[in-house]
């Protein structure tokens, strides 16, 4: 599949399904180009398990219709490693 600089792009699949609890901790706006742009930073938490654990920065994660771009990963203080803490960002409406 090919974009519109000729480039090929790999479709992008489900890694893994899984329920989640989100906080949103940030929304920023930035004027650049002449253009302002706005984002939404959030921290999903999730149940520790061997699907959730294989998740890194290069994935996504899809909810609410909109695709959240994964900034960081790590286990929660609390729970003793039962919890993933994933912080994303996403473009604003």
């Known amino acids: 599949m090919a ?13 893994v399904t899984r329920w989640a609890g989100r906080e949103d901790v940030r929304d920023t706006e930035k004027a650049a180009a002449d253009q302002v742009g706005a984002t939404v930073m959030s921290r999903f938490t999730v ?3 061997s699907g ?3 998740v890194t920065a290069k994935d996504r994660i899809r909810h609410d219709g909109w695709v959240w771009n994964i900034t960081g ?5 609390h729970g003793r490693g039962r919890y993933l803490e994933i912080t994303a960002v996403r473009e604003a409406d």
């Open 73 to 77: 990963i790590k286990e929660t203080r």
């Open 52 to 54: 959730t654990r294989g």
């Open 3 to 15: 974009n519109g600089f000729n480039e090929t792009e790999k479709p992008w699949s489900t890694l």
């Open 47 to 49: 149940r520790s398990d």
